[in-house]
């Protein structure tokens, strides 16, 4: 190729210049008196320098002889070498003490992996391409910082004792306590054990969302557009509402004291229970949030499905029930799984419902929770509980790869397809009204009371004398002599929350969406260990997240717990996966033969990728966005650990609101949340716009749907 | 085809940069001092304000639960964040100070405190101290009784009869605090093998062990549960919010937490600690717990006494041995017990 014989090490040489000014000029260490490496160097940290020379005679190299690797290859191995024991080894080898790196070392960093990445590519790795090497392994790189170390960090604490001696025996005692594995709920009395009640919640979890789900979508895209408007509407809804407020609103309607429980039994001498509590009210909840998602998934893939082949089969006089059977539902399937995984997957890590609504059930992520942060302070059992999840989550994923094999679902080809849907088969559009409609009127009563909750003295006693007092304690404004003062004690969460969003979704979206364009248009060694390593920090419930977190980077050399930085991490790294897995789905719908035929009408890259691939990307983009900003404002778990004084978040604060038992409160700042979110997914809607497929569209276009296949499957 | 020109790379690796050094550290100004507050949001603030007023000292407060800060202090022993851990149940704190991760501090102000709370600091070695105390107990819901027709439970006995079946909410002490004070209670009022069978008794009219301590006095008030073993200040601060509920202190006799402040080693803003845990054992400061609506009991011996608050006085307080159930290693085995013998008994 042209461009690459063009290419003699330019590139390198501008990475090499870079590293040594930030070197020379910018503060190496984040935290102390913001003296340079140079200066560091001259203050007697003799080996600083060791990466820099190491990136500048690589550079020389690339410049001399382009097509040599193995030089450079040493020579930047030996500059990360040192780089990375110095960081974690300091005080071993000069005596000095530890150094945070900072923006400074973070640059050099950074020109380490591009040199290191192109004298791979000139060596043959990534089919030596360039561009592919550098993107693959910078995310590789910063997911094994921000994922993989702090993880293991903290996984490791399972084998030691509480004075860090490893201790094998008490792991295994850990490992194997009856609480976790007991099975005696399906022979006695006895309850069962914490992995049999997470597994059964997340299998029912995800079946039940996901057939919910599918009665939605197909009910939107083939049951006449008048529905799809009121789905797309409500479908937001819970996405974009915070923990607890669902599962207070259960409570508040049936619970025994509860709206509909006294209804039930003043009228119907129905007798008060306390059903909600355990794991039918964790199932309710947790398939309230999760079902607008599988819904958005499956319809995404409803949409994707090229008509025309559906029209081929009446063609040839198959039945409406027979062509489904036989041509849309295994079309469907990827989406199926991805939706049951994303089910079950939130099931296991969600925190809030199981915290509320669990009474006597209990779960792994609330049982890892308490371990770390209840009266046991046990975090060597955390750690194993952690891993036990991780392993579970880890199968769903697996499982899911085996039952897809490797057959293609590639709808959307560059061939334009003219077909219209067909109708659904009335048998299984009067199923699907059966219990989309019940399900409709349940979500509309839960927001009900979320709505009308914020507005009374205590929904909860039925005190429904009605009050400003809850948003005015959170939210009220003054008019003082410096303009707008913000009194309210929920201000600076909210700002904060805001602001860290608004950082994290943009972020989440690159490096998701890259990851995604990597995997799915380029072939490497080891691209599936790639994938997996990407794929991890979804796996990884959120409590170890934050624990881990504040373990890996409280000290030298990453230090950044305590501020901003720490949570816009947190969120980039959690959420990626998403954009990766919505990223994937899209692409792999989408044939390669259209990035070519652009190519071949002499289209350059950039003009192809712009005009071409983007836009068919535009709904996993939306996806990415909104679900990382969402998420990033409505997170717990991950973040309890995290937040200080000054960085503190919105679900922090609710969290404290509902421990103290002012439900109130918690409602009223959750509905402002709520209408806040929504105004920022309609605006990224907005901007972003919705991708066209098909050149004939079915009667009017549906309402701008918020988000469209939301992890996909390959 | 591939996008391929360097300005991409480039701008990845800047992303990577900005990624670690966009936002820097919050520097420690003079005159900071960093409370990690476990009492509720409401007292923290005042507190906090107070503080400030008096000293021009800024405070960077931040609430969690005693189980969550301990995890955290815990979790930055190696470089502290934090200075001060003001409020929170005794256990915690007593832990910290077992394992060496709060410093010795010996106030002035200790000659002005009540025998419990010094003799807290003295079991700790100076390590931590009393702040406010809370004997445990029970709240009923009074409509939910007269509905049921039902007699006033009035000693923990009363709670393992069956006429209470399904209607005692308690914390599960594994993540509560306040359970685990239950537990320790009643081991040490009754002995542990009759503490253990009357906890099996009872675990038949329990009908939810919650997450969080306070949460049974919640369900009280709602009529969720008909019974709520919290502390009493808790129940008393539904009773005033207006919810229909009777608080109780056991007739046999009951145990408390003492509410404490321990300094965190290595505090970066050691005098400024030190100044708010003296101001923080003053009447003065004290006071400000009634009016946030926490009617604890205070440490300080001219601090007014809340009306509302359950008088110690007139509540029979058993001999807490704080050193001894206060250690992680009894502790967790009685945890363990409860978790082998308790929490899966069949409820039949």
């Known amino acids: ?714 | 085809m591939i996008i391929r020109f360097p300005f991409r790379q480039a701008a990845f690796g800047a992303f990577a940069a900005l990624g670690l050094g966009a936002m820097s550290a919050p520097a420690l100004a003079q005159g900071e001092v960093v409370v990690y507050c476990s009492v509720q949001e409401e007292w923290c603030r005042p507190m906090m304000q107070a503080f400030e007023r008096k000293t021009g000292i800024k405070v960077s407060m931040t609430r969690k639960s005693s189980g969550e800060t301990f995890a955290q202090i815990k979790a930055e022993a190696a470089n502290p964040r934090g200075d001060v851990w003001w409020g929170g149940t005794g256990d915690p704190h007593l832990q910290a100070a077992e394992e060496g991760i709060t410093e010795e501090y010996r106030s002035p102000m200790l000659a002005e405190l009540l025998p419990w709370a010094t003799r807290q600091a003295e079991q700790s070695k100076f390590r931590t101290v009393g702040i406010y105390a809370g004997a445990l107990g029970f709240s009923f819901n009074t409509q939910q009784l007269a509905r049921k027709r039902l007699p006033e439970p009035k000693c923990w006995a009363d709670l393992a009869k069956a006429d209470y079946k399904d209607e005692v909410q308690v914390a599960d002490p594994n993540s509560s605090g306040t359970a685990y004070t239950k537990v320790a209670t009643l081991v040490q009022l009754m002995g542990e093998a009759k503490a253990f069978e009357f906890m099996k008794a009872m675990h038949k009219n329990v009908n939810q062990y919650t997450k969080s301590g306070a949460a049974p006095a919640r369900a009280a008030a709602t009529g969720e549960s008909l019974i709520g073993i919290t502390f009493l200040h808790d129940a008393v601060a539904q009773a005033v919010g207006g919810a229909p509920v009777k608080v109780v202190p056991p007739c046999e006799g009951t145990g408390y937490e003492i509410g404490s402040m321990s300094i965190i080693k290595g505090a970066k803003n050691m005098e400024n600690a030190k100044k708010f845990y003296d101001f923080a054992l003053s009447a003065e400061s004290q006071a400000l717990g009634a009016q946030a609506k926490s009617y604890q009991v205070p440490s300080n011996k001219s601090a007014p006494v809340p009306p509302e608050a359950p008088k110690l006085s007139d509540i029979k307080l058993i001999d807490y041995d704080f050193a001894k159930y206060g250690s992680s290693a009894e502790r967790t085995r009685l945890l363990a017990k409860w978790d082998a013998e308790i929490r899966n008994a069949p409820k039949r």
């Open chain 1, 1 to 714: 190729m042209n461009r690459r014989a063009a290419d003699r090490g330019h590139v390198d040489v501008v990475a090499a210049l870079v590293a040594v000014a930030a070197f020379a000029l910018l503060p190496w260490a984040l935290t102390g008196p913001g003296q340079s490496g140079l200066g560091l160097m001259l203050a007697g940290r003799w080996p600083l320098p060791l990466p820099v020379l190491a990136a500048a005679l690589a550079a020389v190299l690339a410049f001399a002889s382009p097509q040599q690797a193995m030089g450079r290859l040493v020579m930047i191995g030996a500059g990360l070498a040192s780089f990375v024991l110095y960081g974690f080894f300091a005080r071993h080898i000069d005596g000095g003490p530890m150094l945070s790196w900072g923006l400074g070392a973070a640059i050099v960093f950074a020109a380490l992996v591009l040199l290191g990445s192109r004298a791979a590519a000139v060596a043959g790795a990534f089919k030596a391409d360039r561009w592919v090497a550098t993107t693959t392994i910078a995310i590789l790189a910063s997911v094994i910082v921000f994922v993989f170390f702090p993880v293991v960090r903290v996984l490791a604490s399972a084998f030691v004792d509480g004075s860090g001696v490893i201790d094998l025996g008490l792991a295994s005692r850990r490992l194997f306590s009856p609480d976790i594995w007991t099975l005696a709920c399906l022979y006695s009395e006895g309850g069962c054990g914490v992995v049999a009640n997470t597994i059964l919640l997340g299998l029912l979890a995800g079946v039940v969302s996901t057939l919910l789900g599918l009665a939605f979508a197909l009910l939107a895209v083939r049951g006449g557009a008048r529905n799809s408007k009121l789905f797309d509407a409500m479908s937001i809804l819970p996405i974009i509402t915070p923990p607890f407020v669902i599962a207070l609103a259960l409570v508040i309607l049936f619970g025994r004291t509860g709206i509909v429980t006294t209804f039930l039994d003043d009228w119907f001498d129905i007798p008060r229970s306390r059903w909600i509590y355990g794991l039918s009210g964790v199932l309710i909840a947790q398939v309230l949030s999760q079902t607008p998602l599988s819904y958005l998934i499956l319809r995404g893939a409803l949409q994707g499905i090229a008509p025309s082949l559906e029209e081929a089969a009446q063609t040839l006089r198959a039945s409406r029930m027979h062509i489904f059977r036989t041509v849309t539902w295994p079309l469907l399937r990827p989406a199926v799984a991805a939706a049951f995984l994303l089910g079950f997957v939130e099931s296991l890590s969600d925190f809030g419902n199981p915290l509320v609504l669990g009474g006597s059930f209990e779960v792994l992520s609330t049982k890892i929770f308490f371990a770390v942060a209840g009266a046991q302070h046990d975090p060597g059992r955390a750690a194993i509980l952690a891993l036990i999840l991780l392993v579970l989550t880890l199968s769903a994923f697996w499982l899911q790869m085996v039952w897809l094999g490797k057959k293609s679902y590639v709808t959307v080809t560059g061939k334009g397809d003219s077909g219209i849907p067909a109708p659904l088969p009335s048998g299984v559009r009067f199923a699907a009204l059966g219990v989309v409609v019940p399900w409709i009127i349940l979500t509309l009563v839960v927001y009900g009371i979320i709505a009308v909750g914020g507005f009374v003295v205590d929904i909860g006693r039925g005190d429904m004398t009605t009050t400003w007092k809850h948003f005015s304690t959170g939210f009220s404004v003054e008019l003082g002599q410096n303009g707008l003062f913000f009194s309210g004690s929920a201000w600076d969460s909210f700002f904060i929350t805001v602001m860290v969003s608004a950082v994290a979704a943009p972020l989440t979206a690159i490096v998701g969406l890259l990851t995604a364009y990597v995997l799915s248009r380029h072939d490497f060694k080891g691209k599936r260990t790639f994938e997996f390593l990407t794929m991890l920090s979804f796996a990884i419930p959120g409590t170890v997240i934050g624990v881990a977190y504040i373990v890996a980077f409280n000290v030298p050399p990453i230090e950044i717990t305590g501020t901003g930085l720490i949570l816009i991490i947190c969120f980039v790294f959690r959420n990626m996966p998403v954009g990766v897995r919505s990223g994937i789905a899209a692409l792999s719908q989408i044939d390669k033969s259209l990035d070519e035929a652009s190519t071949t009408l002499g289209a350059k890259t950039g003009t192809t990728v712009r005009r071409v691939t983007l836009p068919l990307l535009k709904p996993a983009i939306v996806a990415t966005l909104v679900f990382s900003f969402v998420h990033a404002m409505t997170a717990v778990s991950a973040i309890v650990f995290l937040v200080t004084a000054r960085y503190n978040m919105a679900t922090a604060y609710i969290v404290n609101r509902v421990e103290a038992g002012e439900f109130a409160l918690a409602i009223a700042y959750s509905s402002l949340l709520i209408l806040f979110m929504l105004a920022v997914v309609l605006l990224i809607q907005l901007v972003v716009g919705e991708r066209k497929i098909g050149r004939r569209s079915v009667a009017a276009k549906p309402a701008a749907p918020p988000v469209t296949s939301g992890i996909g499957a390959r």
